[in-house]
């Protein structure tokens, strides 16, 4: 059978037995649970919208330790703090009546590590992330509503590039999409405020234009916390380096000289980085002496 809303097969089983072996019941269901849950340990789902409902996007995936992400100073740290102590006040909020949610917006160049430290730091939290692309044709005000409030349990919400759903249109011109099937800016911002008051809810959300977002949607109570991710540091170079050639200090001195004297550091991407560390994997000579291929074409 298929189900007709969503397109995806189905079937029904019909199990019976005598009444005094009903027991086999709670142990088929026992035992599909923790096959289930055994396939999970130790990693993270990934969930992406399908009409109204989400959905796991490939199986689960192995997580990424939030170590391998290199921030500036601490505010890797600051970060995990942050929603650890929000994740211990769920009575404190709802004492107040304060809605129990916290948004947060990273926001910097491209490939700075923004999306994959908050999909390391579901991981590290034992999360899982569900990712929605505003941009998407037919992600209309009701169906963006509806899935902000049926969020899977133990889950961080992500909405990426948030700039890029609105930055080309104007107010008239999102509410004349909305009946294109596309999201509006009052969708969003109803959205982001929700209905369900008292139920836990984390959302990050990414942006590479900050100066081009509605102030509307970064006020507190929509975007409580806002960080900045820039691009490599003397630190993080050399953090960096060590993490791909361990050992290799003086090696890291000198390649992050290097970047200094090309007046690269604050100017090319921890993405960037990675690249050329990826391309001169087997050696650290090689990676110091082949400096020159980041400086840009
Ligand atoms: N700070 C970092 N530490 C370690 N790896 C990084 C860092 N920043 C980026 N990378 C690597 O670069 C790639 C791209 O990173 P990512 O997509 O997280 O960047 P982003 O800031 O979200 O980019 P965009 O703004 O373009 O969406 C990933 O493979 C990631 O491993």
Redesign the pocket.
Known sequence: MVDITTGSPWETIKITTLSKDRNLFVKILEEAKSAALSKEIGKMVVFTSYGHEWRPFGLPRKR?PLS????NGNTSDEILNDVKQFLEAEKWYNDRGIPYRRGYL?H????????????SLAGELEYNICIMNLAELGMTDDRFAHLLNNIPPRSIILL??IDAAFSDRTAAETVKQGHQGMLTLSGLLNGLDGVVASEERIIFM???HIDRLDPAIIRPGRVDSRIF?GN?TEE?ART?FL?FYDGKNLLATKFVDGLKTMGMIDNI???????HFVQNKDSAEDAVKNIDSLLPK
Not at 108 to 119: E, F, M, N, V, W
Not at 269 to 275: F, M, N, T, V, Y
């Open positions: 990424r391998s992400v290199v921030l990273l910097g160049p491209p490939g700075t590590g923004k999306s994959s430290y908050i999909q990426e590039d990414t942006t590479n991710i490599v993080q960096m993490k991407s921890p993405a960037s980085l990675q690249g």
